[in-house]
T-cell receptor
Framework: QKEVEQNSGPLSVPEGAIASLNCTYSDRVSQSFFWYRQYSGKSPELIMS????GDKEDGRFTAQLNKASQYVSLLIRDSQPSDSATYLC????????????FGKGTRLSVIA | DVKVTQSSRYLVKRTGEKVFLECVQDMDHENMFWYRQDPGLGLRLIYFSYDVKMKEKGDIPEGYSVSREKKERFSLILESASTNQTSMYLCASSIGGAGGSYEQYFGPGTRLTVT
């Protein structure tokens, strides 16, 4: 059974700071990784995907992947109060065409 | 843009009623999924389907069934609703294929209350 672990938080950061969200996964052969943002009472929204070791940047978001350490992270630069949400990490399932395995999410609070 | 729609945002049903939750996607995705989400428990997969008329059990299928008669539509059925099925229900879709797991796109969710 694949496992995806995230610190539940809340992670509190001041406005303008860098928020760092972390995720570890159990299956070394996983190849696809995704970050979702979920506002309270809303559904998850895909914000980043990453497939190769290293960094991938999209605006204020950077996803980092280290397959050797089985670790994926999301950095949010210049954090804004509107970034306050729960961030879900999702990892490729056991084999092809199977559902993603989701972590339980980290709640981020950006303090103005 | 991928669009996944769900038939209701809020639903209140009585114990023992049969409940239908409908999900429609407009991107010709092969895969469709039903989850429930409860505080502290995260997303839990109920059922998924990778083709018309095909279904696979997820982690918590008990008390639920599904139907996929058309590619774009995936229905979740609560045969006899119980209070412990009060939850947020989320539908998602993705492309399919043997190459791996693909990004899933979620509908807005249905908050079901069973009294």
């Amino acid at each position: 059974q694949k496992e995806v672990e995230q610190n539940s938080g809340p992670l509190s950061v001041p406005e303008g700071a860098i928020a760092s969200l972390n995720c570890t996964y159990s299956d070394r052969v996983s190849q696809s990784f995704f970050w979702y943002r979920q506002y309270s009472g809303k559904s998850p929204e895909l914000i980043m995907s990453i497939y190769s070791n290293g960094d991938k940047e999209d605006g204020r978001f950077t996803a980092q992947l280290n397959k050797a350490s089985q670790y994926v992270s999301l950095l949010i630069r210049d954090s804004q109060p509107s970034d306050s949400a729960t961030y879900l990490c999702a990892v490729e399932g056991v084999s092809g065409n199977t559902p993603l395995v989701f972590g339980k999410g980290t709640r981020l609070s950006v303090i103005a | 843009d991928v669009k996944v729609t769900q038939s209701s945002r809020y639903l209140v049903k009585r114990t023992g009623e049969k409940v239908f939750l409908e999900c429609v996607q407009d991107m010709d995705h092969e895969n469709m999924f039903w989850y429930r989400q409860d505080p502290g428990l995260g997303l839990r997969l109920i059922y998924f389907s990778y083709d018309v008329k095909m279904k696979e059990k997820g982690d918590i299928p008990e008390g639920y069934s599904v139907s996929r008669e058309k590619k774009e539509r995936f229905s979740l059925i609560l045969e006899s609703a119980s209070t412990n099925q009060t939850s947020m229900y989320l539908c998602a879709s993705s492309i399919g294929g043997a190459g791996g797991s693909y990004e899933q796109y979620f509908g807005p969710g249905t908050r079901l209350t069973v009294t």
